[in-house]
């Protein structure tokens, strides 16, 4: 079974960190890890060790406007 949640918005700079280090919080404080996602909490349980991926990508174009991606993915298996 998948299920994905998903929400975009645009934020603020200010909102932003403030998302990363509730986020980050949640992380450290203990074994469940509870993310907002728009208006639903979902709750996640991370082992000890997970995989940390970031990527930059950036596009500059001629004819478009260029544009700044930065991409940041934590993945572990279920307990």
Do not use: C
């Not at 645009?10 to 469940?32: N, P, Q």
């Not at 996602?37 to 995989?51: F, I, M």
């Amino acid at each position: 079974m998948v299920e994905k949640t998903v929400h975009d918005s645009e934020l603020d700079r200010a909102s932003v960190a403030e998302s990363l280090r509730s986020l980050a919080d949640e992380f450290e404080a203990g074994e469940d890890v509870h993310v907002r996602v728009g208006n639903k909490s979902v709750r996640l349980q991370p082992p000890e060790t997970v995989s940390y991926e970031v990527s930059v990508h950036e596009t500059n174009s001629l004819l478009r406007s260029s544009r700044e991606t930065i991409s940041v993915t934590l993945d572990w298996k279920r307990r």
